[in-house]
Structures are given as C-alpha cells and as structure tokens.
Antibody, heavy 113, light 112 residues
Framework: QVQLVQSGAELRKPGASVRVSCRTS????????ISWVRQAPGQGLEWMGW????????NYARKFRGRVTMTTDSFTSTAYMQLRSLRSDDTAVYYC??????WGQGTLVTVSS | QSVLTQPPSASGTPGQRVTISCSGS????????VYWYQQLPGAAPKLLIY???RRPSGVPDRFSGSKSGTSASLAISGLRSEDEAEYYC?????????????FGGGTKLTVL
C-alpha cells in the first residue's frame, strides 16, 4: 500500500533553515508528483508547492518562491523540502502529499529563539 | 483570506444530513476537479472525495460531493459522532501567477 513517512520534529532558531524528508513506498515514484502543505497551529491548510517525481520539475507557491527548495531522490523514492530564512510564523506542521490522496504523518517545525 | 470560501462552522444531530459549501471562481472550481478532506484533531487530512464526487475505497457512501458552476458541496448523511472534524475543500487554481493548489478555510463540524 502507498505510504509516505516523514522525518521527525525539528526546532530551529529564526534565520536558520530546515529540511524535511518524505520517504515513499507502495507506488512508482516517477509516475506521480509530491506536494508540500503546511498547517500553522490552529490554522488551515496552505499549499507550498509541488515537485515532479519523474524529472524534478517544480511549481512553488508565490509566497514561498526564493525561500523554498523541493528536491527528490529517485533511488530512495524520497522527496525533500527545504525552507530557508525561517521566521516564527513558519512554525507549523509540514505535510507531504502523494498520489491518490495519501498524506505523510506530518513534521512539526518549531521556529523559536 | 482563502481563495475558496467555506462556512467556518456547521452542526447537526446524529442521523441528520448536513452540507458544507465551498465557493470559488472560474479559475478554480469552474474548471478543475474539487477534493474534500476530513481532518480529525491531531491527525493528517484524509481524502473523502476526489474529482468532485468520487469516493476512495473505504469512505462510507454517507459522504457525497457535488459541484455546480463555481461552487461545490459536501454532504454527510446519517450523521455520526465520529464525523465531528474539520473539513476542507481543495482545488487547483489556474491564474496568471501560475497553477496553485488552493484550500478553503475549513469548516468545523460539530455533532450535537
């Protein structure tokens, strides 16, 4: 069955960077893209961008362009999302979303001095 | 301010039928498929409806989706206590700034 397993919680200081991983299994990685969605505490869902599983093509939400980089490793069927210049309002649970509506379990990123 | 508009709250009693609306525009709902997600507290969202009205396997037929023009709706019949959750609509939006996946602000469903 399709599974997306994300890396563990992270604590960062303002101005730092964070990279979240999303290891996939149960489907052909190159056949589908991965989206990244975040959810601040008590808030709704916010799409950050998408990366192709076949050629690495990306489509970033305007809000995050210049600050986010999404990559993939086809050998391990893993997607990565790096967010730079972190601010306190980047504190959120970050989700990867794969095919057929499957979501990762979420990764809490806390930005605090 | 979300691109898609949902009521912030909805409620019903067990056994009742409730509907949650999602209003968009010609650049999103008017031209692309709508998805609905259920999010229980502390959990990742779960896909309830895809391509406007299709249910993934395992989703009870109490949940149904529909779309007309630039609006969509999620209906839940035979309401149960375990349906108490946050519900989000989502759709791809094709605007001048590019293709973006957008969400409604979410609707908190309370089972009275």
């Amino acid at each position: 069955q399709v599974q997306l397993v994300q890396s563990g919680a992270e604590l960062r200081k303002p101005g730092a960077s964070v990279r979240v991983s999303c290891r996939t299994s149960g489907y052909t990685f190159s056949s589908y893209g991965i989206s990244w969605v975040r959810q601040a505490p008590g808030q709704g869902l916010e799409w950050m961008g998408w990366i192709s599983g076949s050629n690495g093509e990306t489509n970033y939400a305007r809000k995050f362009r210049g600050r986010v980089t999404m990559t993939t490793d086809s050998f391990t069927s893993t997607a990565y999302m790096q967010l730079r210049s972190l601010r306190s309002d980047d504190t959120a649970v970050y989700y990867c979303v794969g095919p057929h509506g499957y979501w990762g379990q979420g990764t809490l990123v806390t930005v605090s001095s | 301010q979300s691109v898609l508009t949902q009521p912030p709250s909805a409620s019903g009693t067990p056994g009742q039928r409730v509907t949650i609306s999602c209003s968009g525009s010609s650049s999103n709902i008017g031209r692309n498929f709508v998805y609905w997600y259920q999010q229980l507290p502390g959990a990742a969202p779960k896909l309830l409806i895809y391509r406007d009205s299709r249910r993934p396997s395992g989703v009870p037929d109490r949940f149904s989706g529909s779309k007309s023009g630039t609006s969509a709706s999620l209906a839940i019949s035979g309401l149960r206590s375990e349906d108490e959750a946050e519900y989000y609509c989502a759709v791809w939006d094709d605007s001048l700034s590019g293709r973006n996946w957008v969400f409604g602000g979410g609707t908190k469903l309370t089972v009275l």
